[in-house]
């Protein structure tokens, strides 16, 4: 019973974090958008993500019941132990979600989709400019195996030269980048399946 204690404190320490860092309790802040018809600012707004993150809890709060339901009926029955590795999949998505967050909130991307230019500002002060239709040399498609209450996690990877840029599912959340990832669409790419995707 300690064991579970300790692992719900530590998931209520990450889910704090993530509430910061998504300014959960900040309801006035608006999102800032690029004012121009043709550049688009590929992000996704806090209330997306606080949707993302409220799926995810479902799917981590199921979890963590049946983590409470295995270890009651394992002192007894020895077989409910083969139930585990569902509970710690479930949980687990949490961390999923919140490195996708980490990724999304850590840079700045914007489109144009006349000339189809992409410029990318890391928090860390690098940037990269490219043309995704001439630039990119390969593209990949990891994603979760299945969904989360209808959150399916996943990403992009781009390789443009030697730099590899990562576009989490998350970006997708937003009608707005439709047209970049409708052009994004059309390029040949592998697809990976993975049962944690994380960048």
Known sequence: MG????????????IYFTLRRLNFFNFNKPPQRTKSSRVI?????TQLLKRGLKRTLY??????I????????????????????????LIAQFFVL??????????QIHYDSETQDV?????????????????????KEIRA????????MGYYQLSVGQKLV???YLLQENPDNKPFFDKLQLFNRSIESKLFPII
């Not at 990318?120 to 593209?139: A, C, H, M, P, R």
């Open 166 to 168: 990562y576009l989490p």
């Open 119 to 139: 410029h990318i500002e890391w928090v860390n002060g690098k940037s990269l400019e490219f043309n995704l239709l001439k630039d990119i040399t390969e593209l």
């Open 98 to 107: 919140n490195n996708h967050i980490k990724i999304v909130r850590d840079q």
């Open 41 to 45: 600012e590929i992000s996704t707004p």
């Open 3 to 14: 064991k579970i204690i300790i692992i719900g404190i530590l998931l209520a320490v990450l």
């Open 59 to 64: 799917t981590v709060g199921s979890g963590l």
């Open 145 to 152: 195996v299945q969904k989360n209450n209808g959150l399916h």
């Open 66 to 89: 049946l983590l409470v339901l295995i270890v009651i009926l394992a002192a007894k029955f020895k077989i409910a132990l083969i139930m585990l590795p569902i509970s710690i999949y």
